[in-house]
């Protein structure tokens, strides 16, 4: 199979380009969008002390050089979160950014090392409030598009339509017949044992290695995603507790979080929270997600002890991450993520080609 021609080849330039002026178009709608709702738009670094805590999200590691010579471990981000938060614990109250992030082990027609996430919180607003702006957001990107559907690999969604709600618990239920809630006590604590057996009975595979984050995650990727976000927009809501660690817990169950993840066309486009502001409980969170990630890969990132002292007087907010080249995608009609890039990082695989 002969190489692709490089993505800065006339030709191939010529072929993306349509998508590239649709995303500086979105883009722009999108400031206007924002700015109209009194948001202020924020710049954070990107270099980190701490790239995030989440088990499954893996960062680009470097080094700071101080003048005698000694090193100290930096990160590029995985997500601006904990910078915004920061900028809520200082007295912001509705923030918006577009913020190149990275991502490693990651790249395919959905995902990029390196792409764009915007992210805005609502300072003093429930969650509620972030699922009308992602409807509102589908809508504005395909119009500035020009387009009546998103489309994505012959999936279609309404932009315009109200997006479809379901809980976790009864997309487990709907699309896998899975009891997902009777795996998990009333203080949210999870029962791997449980689970299995309601997997098992549904006629769904179970390795005895498989933990129940490995459970919950064959679920979701298998029977639910599939079926998300086709004729309209579906939100996902109130995520076990154990599977958000960011946000609050819903405050009519505990086994249940204020988090919900935006899908169309079967892609997944945002993902928010009810913030979690309780510093003890996220230092317990993260300990447990890094211990998950030593024994899945061997490995742990730190805390950022200035995120978790901001906690401590951070206002009550909701917030949420989009991301924003897959909306583009969806908009444009794109089919590769890398479409929608203006300049891809450089493969560094000689079989990716082969994958996509």
């Known amino acids: 199979m002969p190489a692709a021609s490089p993505w800065w080849t006339p030709d191939v330039h010529a072929d993306r380009r349509g998508f590239l002026i649709g995303r500086n178009r979105i883009q722009a709608a999108l400031r206007g969008f924002f700015a109209a709702r009194d948001f202020i738009e924020v710049d954070t670094a990107t270099l980190q002390v701490s790239p995030g805590n989440e088990a499954h999200l893996h960062a680009f590691a470097t080094q700071a050089i101080h003048h005698d010579g000694s090193a100290a471990p930096l990160y590029l981000h995985t997500s601006p979160e904990f910078a915004c938060k920061k900028l809520l614990a200082a007295g912001e109250q509705r923030i918006a950014c577009f913020a190149h992030v990275y ?13 764009t996430m915007l992210e805005w919180y609502r300072a003093g607003e429930t969650y509620d409030a972030l699922m009308r702006d992602c409807a509102d957001i589908l809508g504005l990107a395909a119009e500035t598009a020009g387009a009546k559907q998103l489309t994505y690999r012959g999936g279609r969604a309404d932009p315009f339509a109200e997006p479809d709600r379901i809980t976790v618990a009864e997309a487990f239920e709907r699309f896998a017949d899975v009891d997902l809630l009777g795996s998990i006590d009333p203080g949210g604590e999870t029962d791997r044992d449980r689970l299995a057996g309601n997997l098992r009975a549904a006629g769904l595979r179970v390795a005895d290695d498989d933990t ?9 990727v298998e029977k639910v995603e599939p079926n998300l976000g086709f004729g309209r927009a579906t939100i996902l809501y109130e995520y076990p507790v154990a599977e958000a660690a960011l946000a609050r817990p819903a405050p009519h169950d505990a086994r249940v979080a204020e988090r919900f993840e935006l899908y169309a066309c079967g892609v997944e486009l945002a993902n928010a929270f009810g913030e979690l502001t309780d510093a003890r409980e996220q230092r317990r969170r993260f300990g447990m997600e890094m211990a998950e990630k030593q024994r899945v890969y061997g490995e742990t990132y730190p805390l950022d002890e200035d995120f978790l002292r901001a906690l401590e007087i951070m206002p009550q907010a909701s917030g949420c991450a989009l991301g924003f080249d897959r909306l583009v995608m969806l908009a444009t009609g794109a089919s590769r993520i890398d479409q929608v890039i203006w300049a891809p990082v450089a493969e560094t695989d000689p079989l990716s080609e082969g994958r996509r």
Do not use: A
């Open 212 to 220: 129940w984050p490995d459970l919950f995650s064959r679920v979701i």
């Open 103 to 115: 991502r490693n082990r990651e790249r395919g027609p959905l995902h990029h090392p390196e792409f």
